[in-house]
């Protein structure tokens, strides 16, 4: 039995979708068929041209919004949260404040 790997190709990422919200911020427990649309996940693979380029910082593991439009689903998790989405198709990385540097 092998082992498969998905390495993205062309200007593309593979991201893992964060799992879908059970509760509002307000504490309101959603219903099972209340769809809300995921748009944030982690990079878990990059292809190796956008590694390369530097217009694109996104790194292995970082959190992502993403327009999920344009992903494309990828059967190889029972649960199917993995997609290739297009490197236009991130929106915004998330990225934490650097508290340590003096501010004005």
């Not at 190709?9 to 059970?22: A, N, P, Q, T």
Request: glycine share 4%; no cysteine; charged share 30%.
């Amino acid at each position: 039995m092998s082992l498969e790997t998905i390495e993205p190709v062309g200007m593309r990422v593979l991201i893992s979708k964060d799992s879908e919200k059970k509760k509002t911020r307000g504490g309101i427990h959603l219903p099972d068929d209340a769809k809300t649309p995921v748009l944030t996940g982690r990079v878990v693979a990059i292809s190796v041209q956008i590694e390369s380029n530097p217009d694109y910082p996104l790194q292995k593991y970082d959190k992502v919004l993403i327009d999920p439009r344009n992903g494309i689903p990828v059967d190889f998790e029972k649960d199917n949260r993995l997609f290739i989405v297009p490197v236009e198709d991130i929106v915004a990385v998330f990225r934490k404040a650097d508290t340590t540097s003096d501010s004005i």
